[in-house]
């Protein structure tokens, strides 16, 4: 599967200056690597990406060169991998938060085009500089904080855990994760297979957005139906609610997390403020998210029950 993916102007990202255009491969052929075996990735997660296909070639642990590792031949630097094993297509990195700009400008060297990561807390700083970086070379950075990418029944690159999915034609884009693994299960016990499921990451600020995968699943052949999944912080939700109402033809659902949350308090798991931030008192909260979406008469499922009949109706309505 071939995705053309855009980089777009972002209201939750506004120092993005271009439009950067590239393509992104993910099929079972494309060389994976670790950097790092943090408390974030398990054996359990390298196993289970393996058993699924992913072409897990090596792990990258400084100091751990010419030991084995969960199955995986371990180095100390990228470029040795690169040496041994040709072109990497993508990193999965797990390091402490505080390596993380590290590791990804060491990837970013050895000319990995894509990366994700599955760290949490990385500081907001070192993130600006990381995607400054990433802008001007042309690389995809999914995450921090999530648990990556699954197409069911090809590739799993992350901690998704494959058995809530199965192949079809709904595609998830969310900010969350566990709540991601909730919502495709709701869906495959109703027989609504899921073509792709990216998890942009929870933290103040991540790599590719809302609008950049909306782009990817409106082109994509195999996917009929997406459902955004949104949560309290930021303006990333209002920004894709707009973008939808502009320029995606395929249905969307939305749902979004936190509508009970009280006013006035951190949303911790995203690691953004749900509070007052700017002229507006509403910004950032689940009020101001289910408004854009109701603006832009986009179908919002109260619960993650609700969304496979939501997602019948769009089916049958398209």
């Known amino acids: 599967m071939r995705h053309r993916i855009c980089v777009f102007p972002d209201d939750s990202i506004g120092w993005v200056s271009q439009i950067t255009c590239f393509f992104m491969n993910l099929t079972p052929d494309s060389k994976v690597v670790i950097q ?9 997660h390298v196993a289970q990406m393996k058993a699924y296909g992913t072409n897990l070639v090596a792990g990258i642990n400084p100091g751990g060169g010419g030991q084995q590792l969960y199955g995986l031949p371990v180095f100390d630097l990228v470029e040795e991998v690169v040496s041994q094993f040709g072109i990497i297509d993508t990193s999965i990195i797990c390091v402490h938060p505080y390596q993380v700009l590290d590791a990804a400008l060491e990837a970013i060297a050895s000319n990995i085009g894509q990366i994700i990561i ?19 070379t042309e690389t995809l950075i999914v995450g921090p904080n999530s648990p990556g990418i699954i197409l069911p029944g090809r590739i799993l690159l992350g901690t998704q855990p494959n058995e809530f999915y199965t192949p079809g034609t709904v595609g998830i884009v969310s900010r969350s994760s566990t709540l991601t693994y909730e919502i495709a299960w709701e869906l495959t016990k109703a027989n609504l297979g ?8 929870s933290d103040a600020i991540v790599g590719s957005s809302f609008i950049q995968w909306l782009q990817i699943l409106d082109e994509d052949e195999t996917t009929q139906v997406i459902v955004l999944v949104g949560q309290p912080g930021g303006g990333r939700e209002e920004a894709a609610a707009r973008y939808i109402a502009e320029a995606i033809d395929k249905p969307v659902i939305a749902y ?18 749900a509070t007052v931030m700017g002229p507006d008192p509403d910004f950032g909260t689940a009020k101001s998210k289910l408004a854009a979406f109701k603006e832009a008469n986009i179908p919002i499922a109260e619960r993650p029950s609700d969304i496979p009949e939501l997602v019948k109706k769009a089916l049958e309505k398209n």
């Open 36 to 44: 790092g075996f943090y408390e974030f990735i398990s054996a359990t």
């Open 256 to 273: 979004i997390a936190g509508t009970q949350a009280p006013p006035a308090k951190h949303w911790h798991q995203t690691g953004t403020l």
């Open 194 to 201: 899921q073509s792709i499921s990216v998890s942009i990451g």
């Open 118 to 136: 599955i760290s949490a807390g990385v500081p907001p700083l070192d993130m600006v500089q990381l995607l400054r970086k990433a802008e001007t």
